[in-house]
């Protein structure tokens, strides 16, 4: 678990809506920098990060955020096998599903799923996590 | 099942049954084995009897010393029916009757005119003569029942090489060969017990396959230790052909085993796969007199087309295991560039884009790179999505993810008619089957469109423990060719690797079907 509480809090694009806590779960390290970053400038806050499900439940459990951003591939874990328990026991969260793959190939699997949706990482935005929690 | 075996039915007593029934009796009357000399005796005496009252009856129509050839009849018939030494006598004792009984009542004990003299100087030469023309006969004909069973035993001998040798050559399984063998051994060699035997160790081996008379013995799949004197043991130790006449003093617990069934000899020949020694044939004979001299080297013959069954039922086996390692092998290798795409290239080019937006959300509005920076984004974005693309051609990534399911699923939405999809598999089934029903269902919903043009498929997908059961059906125009350049063939290719069947059916207008079957017990 890492702590990345200070992110995003100064960012040049402070949305009015109040500001998203999110904790990111992904195993690439290069893709967690840029969306922590990227999310920052966008008004969402990343108060931590996670590359397994043993780390996500300890952060989740931990910062309580308002979403839970976990990609469907996780190295030899599932991010579907997170999405299951994170949706209850001790940590839970709201779990928005990513990945490089499109929605298309997993819409099963997604759609059986407690996850909130989807958002493919080319189309990751603020706006789409904010909508898609707000449809639940 | 055991194969019907006919035993005893062969090709002489076939051609024997198609004889007139005279001629029959009569060759019977020449080959046959000799009768009892007692019974040569007195059927001798009888004749001998007869043919004086006959000769006493003709005595009244004329001078009896002209009918000596009436003892010829009895001559003739001891000649041919027993030994020689029977015959001669037979003769010398006809020559005496006709000599004291007719000849004597017209004249004295010896012969005391010219022509009976000439009578017995004519009959004897001829009796004698008819005398060594029998013994020639009977010894022709006991050469010839024995040349007949020769060629009869040769025949069915190789009848039954051929039998097995059909079955070799129909790849059937070892262990249907086995059974074969052990049945045809036993009734072309005559023998109570066949039994073959595979060498699991130095001093272990275990029966595969078992011929018996009634009651069974030797139970298929029994394990018999080798120690001690036993054919099995010695063909192990020799590499050749062993016999043993008697196991009376053997020593071990198979020798004991073998005596207690009642087997007082065996043969046995090494069978021999690939230069290895992989078992024996071994056939058991209760009766006192040893193994006839060639029942080794008639085993041999059917030892070799053990071997080449065994020989060719490994070479089928590392055929079909090294296929399927190699679509093992491939399928991992397109899984991993698939993985390592995801998680280098893609995760890279997707982190550029999102920096390169983040660089975009921080630059003052209104500035004059803004737009070059969005050109950038979308370059970037495209660039994630053919890598996308082709990643997912590689392998699809829901396949290793999710399984068959949800990756049929997806295939059921990017196709471009309705798909009727029933997907009944309960577990994970192992890569290569999952990748190579996934490729033909995907290939299938392709020629569907493609070719048949069809507007509704229905595709069912279901495994039990053992086998995996596809079928896509479609109502389209037909007229697949399996050997067509339709992407049939690499299916046919991949599917029969797995040790499945893939079958098409396409009519004219009725559609087609496409259907495989895959083993997918887990490994």
């Keep these: 678990m890492h702590d990345r509480s200070t992110i995003g809090q100064t960012g040049s694009m402070q949305s009015k809506v109040e500001a998203l806590r999110c904790v990111i779960v992904d195993d690439n390290r290069g893709f967690l920098d840029a969306a922590a970053d990227f999310l920052g400038h966008h008004g969402i806050t990343v108060v931590g990060i996670a590359s397994t499900i043993a780390e996500a439940l300890n952060c989740v459990g931990q910062k309580r955020p308002d979403v839970t951003i976990v990609d469907i591939n996780l190295g030899d874990e599932s991010g579907f096998e997170l999405a299951e328990q994170l949706a209850g026991g001790p940590a839970s969260s709201p779990v928005i599903l990513t990945s490089t793959h499109s929605e298309q190939e997993f819409a099963d699997m997604i759609a059986i799923s407690p996850a909130v949706g989807f958002v493919a990482k080319v189309n990751l935005s603020p706006d789409g996590i904010r909508r898609l929690l707000a449809s639940r | ?523």
Aim: proline share 5%; net charge neutral; glycine share 10%.
């Design chain 2, 1 to 523: 099942m055991r194969p019907q075996v006919d035993r005893g039915g062969h090709a002489i007593s076939g051609t024997r049954r198609l004889a007139p029934p005279w001629r029959y009796h009569f060759s019977q009357l020449l080959t046959r084995p000799t009768p009892p000399l007692w019974l040569g005796i007195m059927v001798a005496a009888a004749l001998i009897v007869a043919e004086t009252f006959v000769v006493q009856f003709l005595g009244r129509v004329g001078p009896r010393m002209t009918f000596g050839a009436v003892y010829l009849f009895g001559v003739l018939v001891i000649s041919f029916g027993w030994g020689i030494g029977l015959a001669v006598t037979t003769t010398l004792v006809s020559a005496a009757v006709y000599l004291e009984v007719h000849l004597a009542a017209d004249g004295g004990l010896l012969p005391d005119n010219l022509q009976n003299l000439i009578a017995i100087a004519i009959f004897v030469p001829i009796a004698l003569l008819a005398n060594v023309l029998g013994a020639r006969a009977r010894l022709r004909a006991a050469e010839a029942r024995r040349a007949a069973r020769q060629v009869s035993e040769l025949a069915r001998g190789q009848a039954a090489l051929r039998r097995v040798a059909t079955l070799v050559a129909r790849g059937v399984s070892p262990t249907e060969i086995f059974t074969a063998v052990a049945d045809e051994v036993a009734n072309a060699l005559e023998v109570g017990n066949a039994t073959l035997f595979r060498y699991i160790g130095t001093d272990l081996g275990e029966i595969v396959a078992a011929y018996d008379d009634d009651p069974p013995k030797m139970p298929v799949g029994a394990r018999l230790s080798l120690e001690g004197d036993n054919i099995a043991a010695m063909v192990q130790h020799t590499g050749a052909t062993a016999r043993m006449d008697s196991h009376e003093r053997a020593a071990g617990s198979t020798a004991a085993l073998i005596r207690d069934l009642g087997f007082r000899s065996g043969v046995g020949a090494p069978i021999v796969v690939d230069g290895r020694l992989w078992g024996a044939a071994i056939v058991g004979f209760s009766r006192l007199e040893p193994p006839p001299p060639d029942t080794e080297e008639r085993l041999a013959d059917f030892a070799e087309l053990v071997a080449t069954a065994v020989a060719n039922a490994e070479a089928r086996g590392e055929l079909v295991a090294s296929r399927a390692r190699i679509v093992a092998a491939g399928d991992e290798v397109r899984r991993r560039i698939e993985r390592d795409l995801h998680d280098g290239a893609q995760q890279r080019l997707v982190a550029l884009g999102l920096r390169i937006r983040s660089i975009q959300a921080s630059l003052p509005a209104g500035s004059d790179v803004d737009s070059q920076i969005a050109d950038v984004a979308d370059g970037l974005a495209a660039a994630s999505e053919e890598l996308r693309q082709i990643s997912h051609g590689i392998h699809p990534a829901v396949l290793s993810q999710g399984g068959l399911r949800p990756a049929l699923r997806a295939l059921r939405r990017r196709a471009v008619m309705p798909v009727e999809l029933h997907v009944d598999v309960e577990r994970r089934l192992p890569e290569s089957v999952e990748v190579a029903t996934y490729y033909v269902v995907a290939e299938a919903l392709t020629n569907a469109a493609k070719h048949a043009r069809a507007s509704q498929v229905t595709v069912t997908v279901q495994a039990d423990d053992n086998r995996l059961h596809l079928e896509v059906e479609d109502d389209g125009v037909g007229g697949a060719d399996p050997g067509g350049g339709s992407g049939l063939i690499g299916l046919k290719d991949r599917v029969e690797a797995l040790g499945g069947r893939i079958f098409i059916s396409s009519g004219a207008s009725a559609g087609t079907t496409l259907a495989a079957e895959i083993p997918c017990a887990a490994l």
